[in-house]
């Protein structure tokens, strides 16, 4: 027999007889050639002879390892394969080019072109009696038809096809059969079926030896182990992965199994790692320059920087992904990044371009058959429209997604659709808003969730009031308010950014409204919804628990780390759930629905039942020390007595287009809400913020202006003070001097103290209960040690360190920590014993994770996270820096900045800036305030007189206004 490169065979063609010229081995170069020839020569060409079996299967698996690294190129040679194998006339070379076509379209996320060709395939080969090579094609239609959602139709194919290959010996083929299974159970919802697959996979691949479709495999394993929120099992197995690839040298397999480690190493709150080796990931994908490893490593990238809310990378990340996974055709993936993507624009108020984003996500969705993801992007894009107020769209969208939703057990999902739903239907059809509303109520009961439940209660207490009951719009008022707080002891800072925080302002504006409010107790229950709303978090032992990162290895109490570590697998398990109802469209069997579902509220209410045991503890050992770690409900009685004879706290409320202002002194509460010159109260704000900035353009500039600007502040406040105060003043008793002002909101910038003028005592309150909560600690015993000063020069504070020794001269005794010396270590080691703390340095505010905004020192940025780790027992606290005061807000009004963290520490009284301070005056101000201080006068006198002697100096008040006072006026026993 001749060989395949000399064969020559007769062919008949157009009714006469032909030599062939000697035969061409079947290539991708032959391939290659065919493609580029013209369509007119081809046609007039020679039909040409088929390839041998083995010859069509060899270019099959090359093409289809091409569409990692080369998918257009993949593409385009699996189109030519098929043309060139129609053209030979020969069936069994056709099928196998149509089958090699549908692993590309299969590996490019095209689904419905996979099943055609795969289909098509299928029937050639069982027509030819070629039973092993349509069982080999029926492993690439099971995973097809589980991306289809048609899990049934792929499970009696892989039952066939595996029998067919056992039969014949082909063991290997039937464990990457079993691999497929796997994988569809795991996007059908049904981990543990995919993990005995797998391990049926391995022991045949370990039995063959074949290393690496065993690691292939054991990694898939150790997804489903993720899955099953067994994350400790699935690091194992995915290090023992990336040790096999490392050891053969197959980087870009390693780097995706170090993705995966980085992932698992993120959700067991070990976030230092799980970024450190992200980043290296990145690093090692850009070396090999890897498509695919590129855009996957920045799509998890910024899957965690979104989490940690580090804004200001993620939108360059998703960009990079989108852009990536759409030049490698990966169309389910480069959806999930347009998702991700919307969810950051809205985070960012973008809401049209989240709204295109969303959009385009769903239609790619919807193209590659992907029913899932379809319904996650419909859910979304729905969502968007609303607050745009679209609200017709919306519905369309919303009823769409709720069949799938249901049909695939997605519990969580289904409620907030249907509580969407009945949100939009409010208005128009309450009956219908009603009818939603119970069949969320009726699926509640089994569902221990506090989103859905704060959700529910809003929409009921919306509902009642559209049907003017305002009683019970009133009791569900206080059930939303109940699983308001029990969202905010329970769930991540990562989580309550998500969900709540975004939101929190309607419960607030829906309580004031004057249509639920009994005349009877009206002042009363505005001031406990004004409290209510500026209520700190719950901060558990004293130590606040903030996501992953707060779980610090310095902590050693065991309920402490048991809650941490509780609340990190609520917060998972609830994530793996929500992933996992959009992971792929595969619907599972009613029965399996049903008990994945139960598994999971099981485990959900056991992490439950665990969180409130150890935070029970948590809040009886921290209310025993008298801490402020343990929340008490605002009482207007006790924030009554807590105040002076001669004192009245005034407390503004910003609710929706109106300021609420309340004058509490110890025998009556008045109350004035005023919408009238609310905007222009709010632009005056604005521009005195403004107006501050420019004092920071140069000395140049302040000397030209210097009038301008001092005359421009004078008429702001004065307007301020007229829509403001003018107002509230004429509410306060006779005989009082002395204001406590508790701001709300963009308020909270507002300098009240350079409005109020001399006749008036001005000093701060983050509330009016924290005056309660300091008047219950006033007795506990306070810090005996030396003052501590810290001075650390910079750029942008050059006379910190002058500042610090002009300070300490004015405390004997004093311990003086300046430059290098004013590191993390020597501050906290001695930041618990001071009674007094000073500290001169630039500030700052980081927006994008507020827990990082704090003091730089010599060796890095001591921040609010880290503040929060040590308590404070100094009488007061001086953090003479730009924007010390600034109090950063996620969501609207969630207070988590450096004044909050020193008041949760302990601290009785401390002295922050509203706004950019000037170096020079501020070391003025301060020098005399110590001064004044060491003579024996109260915090609030000796500011008052260093105010004073800046303000002879430099009448601006840019200069003499900046620093308040917020806390006790005095040191020691009490406030006054």
């Known amino acids: 027999m001749a060989s395949p490169s000399t064969q020559v065979a007769p062919l008949r063609r157009r009714g006469r007889t032909v030599e062939t010229a000697p035969r061409r081995a079947w290539d991708l170069a032959r391939i290659e050639e065919w493609e580029a020839t013209p369509r007119a020569e081809r046609a007039g060409s ?22 990692r690294g080369e998918p257009a190129r993949a593409l385009r040679l699996a189109q030519s394969f098929v043309e060139l194998a129609r053209a030979t006339s020969d069936r069994a070379t056709f099928a196998v080019a149509r089958r090699c076509r549908g692993h590309v379209f299969r590996r490019l996320g095209q689904f419905r072109g996979a099943l055609r060709d795969y289909d098509s395939a299928l029937v050639e080969f069982e027509r030819l009696g070629m039973r092993l090579e349509a069982a080999r094609t029926a492993i690439g239609t099971v995973d097809a038809l589980g991306h289809m959602g048609r899990g049934d139709e792929a499970h009696r194919l892989a039952a066939k096809a595996r029998s067919v290959f056992l039969r014949a010996g082909e063991e290997g083929r039937a464990a990457r059969l079993d691999v497929n299974l796997g994988l569809l159970s795991e996007r059908s919802g049904k981990p543990r079926e995919a993990l005995a697959a797998y391990r049926r996979a391995e022991a045949i691949f370990e039995r063959q030896g074949a290393v690496t479709d065993l690691a292939l495999t054991r990694f898939n394993h150790a997804n489903a182990l993720v899955s099953l929120d067994r994350y400790h099992e699935a690091l194992a197995i995915y290090r023992s992965c990336a040790e096999v690839w490392q050891s053969r040298g197959a980087t870009a397999t390693l780097g995706r199994c170090q993705l995966a480690i980085g992932s698992v190493l993120f959700r067991l709150g070990r976030l230092d790692e799980a970024m450190g080796l992200l980043e290296e990931t990145s690093e090692m994908a850009a070396s090999l320059d890897d498509p695919e490893l590129n855009a996957t490593a920045a799509l998890d990238r910024a899957r965690a920087e979104l989490l940690m809310e580090r804004l200001d990378s993620v939108g360059v990340r998703l960009d990079a992904a989108i852009r990536g996974f759409g030049s490698l055709a990966m169309h389910a993936d480069q959806a999930e990044s347009l998702g991700l993507r919307g969810s950051l624009r809205l985070k960012l108020g973008q809401a049209e371009e989240a709204l295109a984003d969303w959009r385009r996500a769903g239609e790619i969705y919807r193209g590659i058959g992907h029913q899932g993801g379809t319904a996650w992007a419909d859910f979304w894009h729905a969502e968007t429209l609303a607050r745009l107020g679209r609200v017709g769209e919306s519905r369309t969208l919303l009823r769409a997604a709720l069949r799938p939703l249901q049909r695939r057990g997605s519990a969580v999902a289904e409620l907030e659709a249907r509580l969407l739903l009945a949100e939009q239907e409010l208005k128009r059809r309450p009956q219908e808003a009603n009818r939603q509303l119970e069949l969320v109520a009726r699926r509640m009961r089994t569902l221990r969730d506090p989103w859905i ?152 209410a056991q992490a439950l039942a665990r969180l409130e045991r150890h935070g029970k503890r ?63 109260s709010r632009e005056a704000a604005a521009r005195l913020r403004q107006l501050w900035d420019r004092y ?17 502040a004078a008429l702001l406040l004065d307007r301020l003070r007229e829509t403001l105060l003018d107002e509230a003043l004429p509410q306060v008793p006779s005989g009082v001097r002395r204001l406590v002002v508790s701001p709300h909101s963009w308020l909270r910038s507002v300098p009240f103290h350079a409005m109020a003028g001399d006749a008036w005592d ?115 606290v001086v953090l003479s820096s730009c924007q010390s005061g600034e109090t950063v807000i996620w969501g609207n009004h969630h207070q988590i900045g450096l004044l909050p963290a020193l008041f949760e520490r302990g601290a009785r009284a401390a002295i922050l800036s509203l706004w ?44 003499w206004a900046p620093f308040v006072l917020y806390g006790a006026d005095r040191r020691g026993g009490t406030s006054s």
């Open 453 to 604: 439940a704060y959700r529910l209660s809003i929409a009921r207490a919306l509902l009642a009031r559209r049907v003017r009951a305002p009683r019970r719009a009133r009791g569900e008022l206080e059930r939303a308010y109940a699983a308001a707080r029990r969202l905010q002891s329970l769930l991540p800072w990562e989580a309550l950014q998500a969900q709540w925080l975004g939101r929190r302002d309607e419960i607030f504006d829906l309580a004031l409204d004057p249509e639920l409010i009994p005349e009877m107790a009206r002042a009363r229950w505005m001031l406990l919804w004004s409290e209510r709303a500026r209520a700190p978090r719950t901060s558990l032992g004293g130590v606040t628990v903030a996501g992953g990162a707060g779980r610090a290895g310095a902590v050693s109490d065991p309920d402490l780390t048991a809650f941490q570590a509780t609340r990190e697998d609520l917060h998972w398990l609830d994530a793996g759930e929500r992933s996992r109802r959009f992971a792929g469209p595969g619907s599972p069997g009613a029965d399996a629905s049903t008990r994945d579902l139960a598994a999971w509220r099981k485990k959900r």
């Open 916 to 959: 950019p301070a000037d170096d020079e005056t501020a070391g003025i101000l301060m020098s005399v305030f110590h001064h004044e201080l060491s003579s024996g006068r109260s915090f609030g006198e000796a500011l008052k007189v260093a105010r004073r002697v800046v303000r002879g100096v430099k009448p601006a008040p840019y200069y």
């Open 696 to 712: 920071r353009v140069g000395p140049g500039f302040i000397r030209r202006h210097e009038e301008t600007l001092t005359r421009t």
């Open 46 to 67: 020679t039909a040409p002879e088929a390839p041998s079996l083995g010859e069509a299967l060899a270019m099959s698996d090359e093409m289809a390892g091409l569409t």
């Open 762 to 876: 001005v000093r701060y309150a983050l509330s009016g209960q924290s005056l309660v909560a300091r008047a219950a600690r006033a007795t506990t015993a306070r810090a005996k040690g030396p003052a501590l000063v810290v001075g650390v020069a910079s750029a942008d504070a050059p006379c910190a360190e002058q500042e610090a020794r002009a300070v300490a001269r004015e405390h004997p005794g004093s311990t003086l920590l300046l430059g290098d010396e004013a590191t993390q270590g020597a501050v906290r080691a001695r930041w618990s014993d001071a009674r007094l703390i000073h500290v001169a340095a630039h500030g700052g505010v980081q927006a994008a994770d507020p827990r990082l905004s704090g003091l730089p020192l010599a060796d890095g940025t001591w921040s609010v996270h880290e503040m929060r780790a040590v308590e404070t027992r100094a009488d007061l």
């Open 618 to 680: 948590l809040e009886l050992r921290a209310s025993r020390r008298g801490g402020l770690g343990s929340y008490a409900e605002p009482d207007p009685a006790s924030i009554q007595g807590a105040l002076a004879d001669d004192e009245a706290l005034l407390e503004f409320f910003v609710r929706g287009g109106e300021v609420v202002t309340l004058v509490v002194s110890p025998r009556a509460i008045e109350v004035t809400a005023s919408s009238r010159h609310f905007e222009e």
